[in-house]
């Protein structure tokens, strides 16, 4: 069944200076999907058009069938969460008081969180790995523990999808395997739906159903890992011919070379 | 499984607590309240006790119609100008914003320094105009620098300080103006409330700002879920179902009223926008929700406190409570810049 269907967007942050070219893609409810691409193309632009963020100047997004705009924001809060690439921290708020503010769409207006808002937020920062530092202010935190409270706060919502806008951006290497692994997790136990923009095509190839690969706002290529992570297609991508994709004991490794 | 239900219990706790926490914020800055009314009642030129109350018909008339008025005054601009600060602390995401550093004030004053140049005693359904002029000022000034500010998606921190600040100098250029083109006599009115005074005789304008300043309150209290949302994060709050141009626009909107009334009263109080929600969220946390309310009483109380200061410091004479509050308020003003070494940069 078809969760997030994007038909013909188009969009542009100023007039006469298109971001996104009629991208159209469809992720399936309980799959991985990968947003990969240059600097540049439009891939954090798609993931706010899909998350309701942005309006399309013309083409419709379809969350469940229905069109995305016409639904009530907060009862979609519920099902559809999105993770932004960075997060403001003017305020010393502690990682569980920002975990909590994804209980907000299941809260009645005047009150304040209940015991089992926190054990949810709790049980969010412990999928993450970041239980220990509940109590810590974000302003303290270092850049990869505030995107993982970040995703914390989406799971707290207990969405059914999740948009990830490169949430391994500022990660450590344990830290990028373990997150892919929570998603894959949680799909496996929940079936959960992520979509997730992210620059470690290393790491697409065994958990991720489908990758779409874009250039100019536009996609240039998407299916199954296997047909997109190849250097004939990627070269064209990434508009770089010193790429090489190679299988090396069933993992798929993915560079540029230095020296051609 | 009974470890479990303890650590279930434990954390009922925990979360009732939370609630529990918030109304004893309540009770303990009632009593704070309750006590700075006393020692603004009690401070002035003429001590008053209650025995005197009692018998002194004209300590009785000092006492209604002078003091009381007076540190009512004080109070609901006070926590007026405390709650606004708070909300736009939150709004742009910023520590420093504040009515004055923002430019509101400034708009506010000449917006109501031209009403009172041209003389315009008159009301509209019974809403003096200088009320309306002083809105009306803050808001465009409100506008403005929100436009100048804001550039693209994200509002730099530092730029909108800057545009603030701009706004308040050509604001209080152009009163400076005003106020040498006109007759002494206005001219003295003007420089009277632009540093601040909270002279007032009886309670019919206090009657007057009460009808404009409480549905202004309330409005913000019932902003401050999503006020919350956007102190935290912009584009989080967003995907979490606040429509964060409603709520900016709400928020401006009432807040250009809320400062437009205190200042066209009470002149350009500054910086009480400033330390007092600083105080609340160092005292109760950071938690919009909690720290607006808790602003609102507390700076009730701090300009009942910098009142007093202010009447009683000179000893016969008395100092505008303008002074007072930037006496306190810049320094605490810079040392937060300090504190903030990103806003260092500007």
Request: proline letters at 4%; aromatic letters at 6%; charged letters at 15%.
């Amino acid at each position: 069944m078809k969760l997030v269907d994007a038909r013909g967007l188009c969009f542009e942050y100023a007039p006469q200076r298109p971001t996104i070219v009629s991208v159209s893609l469809e992720v399936q409810r309980g799959s991985m999907a990968a947003v990969i691409g240059p600097n540049g193309c439009g891939k954090s632009t798609v993931i706010r058009l899909l998350a309701g963020l942005l309006r399309p100047r013309t083409g419709q997004v379809f969350y469940r069938g229905a069109p995305l705009h016409t639904q009530d924001r907060r009862k979609l809060a519920r099902q559809l969460a999105y993770v932004p690439q960075t997060s403001s921290r003017a305020f010393p708020f502690t990682s569980l008081e920002v975990v909590l503010t994804g209980r907000t769409p299941y809260a009645s207006p005047f009150r304040l969180e209940n015991a089992a808002d926190m054990q949810i937020a709790m049980q969010a920062l412990e999928t993450v790995g970041m239980a220990h530092l509940a109590q810590r202010r974000i302003t303290e935190l270092s850049g990869g523990e505030r995107q993982l409270v970040s995703v914390a706060r989406a799971l707290a919502q207990e969405p059914e999808c999740v948009l990830l806008d490169e949430p391994s951006a500022s990660l450590d290497l344990k830290h990028r395997a373990a997150l892919i692994r929570t998603l894959m997790d949680l799909r496996n136990r929940t079936g959960l739906t992520a979509v997730m923009v992210t620059h470690d095509l290393m790491l697409l190839d065994s958990g991720f159903d489908v990758v779409f690969a874009m250039r100019c706002g536009a996609i240039a290529a998407g299916g199954p890992p296997e047909d997109v992570l190849r250097d004939s297609v990627l070269a064209d991508v990434y508009d770089d011919p010193f790429i090489r994709s190679r299988r090396v004991d069933g993992h798929l490794c993915v560079w540029s070379e230095l020296h051609s | 499984m009974i470890v479990e239900r303890v650590a279930l219990a434990r954390r009922e706790k925990a979360a009732s607590t939370a609630e529990h926490h918030f109304i004893r914020a309540i009770l303990i800055l009632l009593v704070i309240v309750g006590v700075c009314t006393f020692v603004g009642l009690w401070t002035g030129y003429e001590k008053i006790d209650l025995f005197t109350l009692g018998h002194d018909e004209i300590a009785r008339s000092v006492f209604f119609r002078l003091r009381l008025p007076r540190v009512v005054l004080a109070g609901i601009i006070g926590a007026t100008l405390a709650a606004v600060g708070a909300a736009l602390q939150a709004i742009f995401r910023n520590p420093l914003a504040d009515p004055l550093t923002l430019g509101v004030s400034g708009g506010g004053a000449l917006g109501a320094s031209i009403v009172i140049a041209l003389g315009w005693g008159i009301r509209i359904v019974g809403v003096p105009v200088v009320f309306l002029a002083a809105f009306l000022g803050a808001a465009v000034s409100m506008a403005i620098v929100y436009r100048l500010a804001h550039s693209g998606i994200l509002t730099a921190p530092g730029s909108l300080l800057l545009a603030g600040i701009v706004v308040n100098l050509i604001a209080n250029a152009a009163v400076l103006t005003i106020q040498y083109t006109i007759d002494e006599s206005r001219s003295l009115q003007i420089l009277r409330w632009l540093i601040g005074t909270l002279d007032v005789v009886g309670f019919s304008i206090i009657w007057q700002m009460l009808l404009l300043l409480a549905p202004g309150w309330i409005a913000l209290l019932l902003l401050a879920r999503d006020l919350q949302l956007l102190a935290v994060d912009e584009e989080s709050a967003a995907s979490l179902g606040v429509n964060v141009r409603r709520c900016e626009r709400a928020t401006y909107l009432v807040s250009s009223l809320l400062v437009g009334v205190t200042v066209s009263v009470g002149g350009s109080i500054g910086f009480v926008g400033l330390i007092v929600p600083h105080i609340a969220r160092l005292l109760f946390g950071q938690d919009v929700r909690l720290a607006l309310p808790c602003s609102l009483f507390l700076g009730a109380g701090f300009l009942m406190l910098a009142d007093a200061a202010a009447r009683s410091a000179l000893g016969q004479a008395e100092l505008p409570v303008g002074a007072v509050t930037a006496i306190l308020g810049g320094p605490f003003f810079l040392w937060l810049m300090r504190r903030e070494q990103r806003y260092a940069a500007l």
